[in-house]
């Protein structure tokens, strides 16, 4: 399984991103996909993730309204009205809970991506 992910860049704050997540081996409707991101100097946080099957979303708190989770040949993640707390490293990542609660580890999921960098400036 691989996974890449695409699509981040430098915006300013109030700007949009979509961001995509390619993979190989496998059908996204048969797998629940996330998004993970990890801010600078912070842990890992959980932002949304995608269930198998019906496709139903579920988003953290702190993008919910904002970030949009699709999926068709991708996992794809629409982010809107970004703020600069959002900036950090964006994995997709598979092989865990469908949402996962508490601290979020390298552990919770057994895929992961590389990753691509959000910058978002004031």
């Known amino acids: 399984v691989q996974l890449v992910e695409s699509g981040g860049g430098l915006v300013q704050a109030g700007g949009t991103l979509r961001l995509r997540c390619a993979a190989s081996a496998f059908t996204f409707s048969s797998v629940d996909m996330s998004w993970v991101r990890q801010a600078p100097g912070k842990g890992l946080e959980w932002v949304s993730s995608i269930r198998n099957g019906d496709g139903t979303t579920y988003y953290a708190d702190s993008v919910k309204g904002r970030f949009t989770m699709t999926r068709d040949y991708t996992v794809n993640l629409q982010m809107n009205n970004l703020k600069t707390e959002d900036t950090g490293v964006y994995y997709c990542?598979?092989?865990?809970?469908?949402?996962?609660?508490?601290?979020?580890?390298?552990?919770?999921?057994?895929?992961w991506g590389l990753g691509t960098q959000v910058i978002v400036s004031s």
């Open positions: 990542a598979t092989g865990g809970p469908t949402v996962p609660r508490g601290i979020i580890s390298r552990h919770t999921f057994t895929h």
